[in-house]
């Protein structure tokens, strides 16, 4: 049987998913996926592909929580802005060291019409987040403010 990458879940006011992954970018690249599939209906066909590089570079990461955070608000903003979406992305690292948070991502986006959206977020939240290494992988939860 094959592991799910998330799982949508029920959230008394708000909403959120589980995710899952075998290591840490496959997590962070299944709670983006998850995170699209609350906010928009699957396109039936996807618009022109572009190539972008997202690199997150931040002082003052405690933890790999506030480096999710901040790449799942990267990629709201992008969706707020630009009307964009990310179809393939490939994680090339996430570090933490000395309280400094980095990632680097090369991604694939596509733009998305307005009648693609099902429902906004407003903001990723930490309320109840936690990644947890498991044997056989990772999982994690995070809530999202709608």
Known sequence: ??????????HPSDTGIDFFGKDLSESFI???RGMYSIMIEEP???LEKK????????KGI???????????ERLL???????????DIDIKEIRLESGKGHMLANCSYTGIEPRMVKLGIKAVTYQDLYIKEYPGGYKGRVIFDV
């Open 51 to 58: 190539e972008r590089a997202i690199e997150i570079d931040e």
């Open 77 to 87: 903003y992008d969706f707020d802005t630009d009307q964009v979406i990310y179809c």
């Open 62 to 72: 405690a933890c790999i929580q506030d480096l999710l955070v901040l790449w799942l």
């Open 44 to 46: 039936d066909y996807i």
């Open 1 to 10: 049987m094959k592991k799910p990458k998330y799982r949508i879940i029920d």
């Open 30 to 32: 299944n709670a983006a």
